[in-house]
């Protein structure tokens, strides 16, 4: 379980100090998968690098089960924007990144398979099309095993078919695993798709200005429902609304 | 293949241009100023063991060089160029001292070490040091923050750090920072066999044997002839280390989904 309480966090000191995120507080139950939408630039990584403990909360308190954050927590993993693959590590070598620097005996062979990647181990991410090198990313992430899961955008700029592709896998492992996860996304269709509430976040500094109740979010057809339309538009009149 | 084509045909090409200019010069003076190709490789060919001696020395001056430079430039540089503040204190003391030919100090490196083998690699050392220093310094200041933020995420120590990102993130521009400071390095090499090997027999190295027969025209050139083989052994061998270090670099084509 993830809360966050009061959370605000600013870059930089003095006159060129900038606020992105402004007194936040919300809470994550275990097992929940809640997506996270705003306008580019209002601070979603910056939440997600706090929640991480890559970045100290300005003020306010983190807590993944009841203990606050003060740094990287081994049960606690991060997708990041673009995948952030080694360019120089093969499709292997960048799945294993993590198990290699926390010292594990575990591979990734097994995580890699379940992404469609086998036989791709030896290959370097210049030799990948965009939607390999997110599932490489995915793999990384989840070769961990980790019980929270922290999403920046994974399925952003790709192929419509591709995307989709990459959202059923998410949420295919999100089922078999039971991970709580936190998904960033600019792309509304799929938070509603994958999010049992969605949180909006407004323009910089973001504050929390709505949390959308979406208990349907993974369910089969949900996608073709009028359920889903009706909140789809919802969540875009808010966001327009907002950049106003 | 194709690169050894290429090779080949510089070769004949300079060898071209070469003969033609000692053609002219022949004409303009009426007598031989500079050698023909053939002379050359004549006088070279007699005096093999001599030529061989003399690279061998000067290639190992130089590769012992580069290996100094490079084991106190390069993790001085990452380390500089990657932690900010370090940066802004030891950047002006870099770009005070880099710009000092180190020839310039020629002679204080004398007085200081005397004439042996010290001072000669000491020379080309400092030449050196300061081309890696300024380059790794200048690539480590370069790495996206997202590949800092994918191992840090990951728990990574500073160690670690350095290892799975600094080091081979900036591996590419400090061989190419290596590439080119073989011209630079060269010509130290000559230069301090020249100036502070007035002693040492011709054997000592190339610098000194074209030097030592500056009345010997043929076999002078035949010394130059071995600088520019030296220049390329250290060069070719940058690049082949460059290509299996930095293989993910030389890849093309996309995979499919
Ligand atoms: N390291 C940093 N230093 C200063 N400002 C930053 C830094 N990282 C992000 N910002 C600023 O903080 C704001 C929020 O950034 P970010 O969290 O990346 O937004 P989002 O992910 O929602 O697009 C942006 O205005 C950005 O320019
Ligand atoms: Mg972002």
Avoid at chain 1, 59 to 65: A, E, K, L, S
Avoid at chain 1, 141 to 161: F, G, I, K, W, Y
């Amino acid at each position: 379980m993830i809360e966050v309480e009061s959370l605000s966090l600013a870059y930089g000191r003095g006159r060129r100090e900038i606020m992105t995120l402004d007194d936040i507080s919300f809470s994550v139950e275990e097992g929940e998968l809640v997506s996270l939408v705003g306008p580019s630039g209002c601070g979603k990584s910056t939440l997600l690098f706090a929640l991480d403990g890559l970045i100290k909360p300005t003020t306010g308190h983190i807590r993944i089960d009841g203990e606050e954050v003060h740094g990287i927590r081994r049960d606690v993993a991060l997708i990041l924007q673009d995948a952030g693959l080694l360019p120089w590590k093969t499709v292997r070598d960048n799945a294993e990144l993590g198990l290699r620097i926390q010292g594990l005996k575990d591979d990734a062979t097994q995580t890699l398979a379940t992404l469609g990647l086998e036989g791709f181990e030896s290959r370097y991410p210049g030799e990948l099309s965009e939607g390999m090198k997110r599932r490489v990313g995915i793999a990384r992430a989840l070769a961990l095993h980790p019980r929270v899961l922290l999403m920046d955008e994974p399925m952003a700029n790709l192929d419509s078919l591709t995307r989709e592709k990459i959202q059923n896998l998410m949420l295919k492992q999100w089922k078999e695993r039971g991970f709580t996860g936190v998904l960033v996304t600019h792309d509304i269709e799929e938070a509603v798709l994958l999010g049992q509430r969605v949180l909006v976040f407004s323009p910089r500094p973001a504050v929390l200005s709505e949390v959308l109740a979406n208990p349907e979010a993974g369910m089969a057809e949900y996608r073709g429902s009028e359920k889903f339309s009706e909140r789809v538009r919802y969540l875009r009149d808010k966001l327009q609304e907002e950049e106003e | 293949m194709r690169y050894i084509a290429r090779y080949g045909l510089a070769f004949v090409l300079l060898l071209g241009v070469w003969w033609l200019a000692s053609w002219i010069l022949f004409l303009v003076h009426e007598r031989q100023v500079l050698p023909t190709p053939w002379m050359t490789f004549q006088v070279g060919a007699q005096n093999i063991r001599l030529l061989a001696t003399a690279f061998g020395n000067s290639a190992w001056r130089f590769l012992l060089s580069l290996c100094i430079a490079f084991s106190i430039g390069l993790p001085l540089g990452l380390v500089v160029g990657f932690q900010r503040k370090l940066y802004e204190y030891f950047s002006p003391l870099v770009h005070l001292t880099y710009p000092i030919p180190p020839v310039a100090l020629l002679m204080f490196l004398y007085l200081a070490f005397g004439i042996g083998e010290t001072v000669k690699v000491l020379v080309v050392v400092v030449a050196l040091f300061f081309q890696v220093l300024v380059a790794a310094q200048g690539a480590a200041r370069q790495i996206p923050q997202s590949y800092i933020t994918s191992v840090r995420s990951a728990g990574a120590n500073t160690w670690q750090l350095y290892r799975h990102v600094v080091f081979p993130a900036t591996l590419p521009s400090v061989f190419t920072a290596a590439r080119v400071s073989v011209g630079l390095g060269i010509t130290m090499v000559y230069i301090a066999e020249n100036e502070l090997g007035l002693v040492a027999g011709p054997e000592s190295g190339l610098g000194r044997l074209i030097d030592h027969f500056a009345f010997r025209p043929d076999l002078a050139m035949a010394g130059v002839v071995g600088l520019a083989l030296l220049g390329l052994t250290f060069y070719s061998g940058l690049d082949l280390l460059d290509r299996w270090l930095c293989r993910w670099r030389h890849l093309e084509g996309h995979g499919e989904g």
